[in-house]
């Protein structure tokens, strides 16, 4: 079993910056069959979105809303996950969730963390 935990969220306003850092922690077998990693993002009534990954091997994939903005990175060594947020928008804001995958399809999320970017 794997549990993630997430970091970082809070209020911005538009144009400002923030990092999410999200830290796995299990046994180490289950923690090094992390695959894919990533976050997701779920604005009040609407459903929960990608908004990037990456995999163990460092190839990333990002939504098109969040390109040239958002950088995901991974720290293999830590197990931790991290989204650096610029140029924020009001319509960035939403509940951030970290995601992680193992090699066997496990699929863990973490308990979210807010952001709020003002106009």
């Known amino acids: 079993q794997v549990q993630l935990v997430e970091s970082g969220g809070g209020l911005v306003q538009a144009g400002g910056s923030l990092r999410l850092s999200c830290a796995a922690s299990g046994s180490v077998f289950s923690l090094i069959s992390l695959n894919v990693m990533g976050w997701y993002r779920q604005a009040p009534g609407k459903q929960r979105e990608l908004v990037a990954t990456i995999n163990r091997g460092g190839t990333t994939n990002y939504a098109d809303s969040v390109k040239g903005r958002f950088t995901i990175s991974r720290d293999n060594a830590k197990n931790t996950v991290y989204l650096q947020m610029d140029s924020l928008k009001p319509e960035d804001t939403a509940v951030y969730y970290c995601?992680?995958?193992?090699?066997?399809?496990?699929?863990?999320w973490g308990q979210g963390t807010q952001v709020t970017v003002s106009s």
């Open positions: 995601n992680a995958v193992s090699t066997w399809l496990a699929n863990y």
